[in-house]
């Protein structure tokens, strides 16, 4: 879904608690995307490594599923906890 990253930042944004399961990188849609290395996102685990340095709270957990199955999520004691916020 190319509306991963309005999710996470509108819940971050709002301080509110979130959970994504990230599928498909879109490289072509979002050339601007760049992991913490400053690298460019164009493979799925650059994709989750983006998305988790959005906030420092982020979690991650692993569904035990085909496919893509890494859950990002963002409770709302994380924003207070991990943050100091």
Request: net charge negative; aromatic share 8%.
């Amino acid at each position: 879904m190319q509306a991963t990253d309005a999710i996470v930042d509108t819940a971050i944004l709002l301080r509110k608690p979130f959970v994504v399961v990230p599928c498909c990188v879109f490289a072509r849609d979002f050339l601007d995307r760049r992991t913490p290395d400053g690298e460019r996102v164009v493979r799925y685990d650059q994709l989750l490594s983006y998305l988790q340095s959005k906030h420092p709270g982020i979690r991650t957990h692993d569904l035990n599923v085909e496919g893509k199955s890494r859950v990002l999520y963002l409770l709302p004691q994380d924003y207070d906890e991990r943050t100091g916020d």
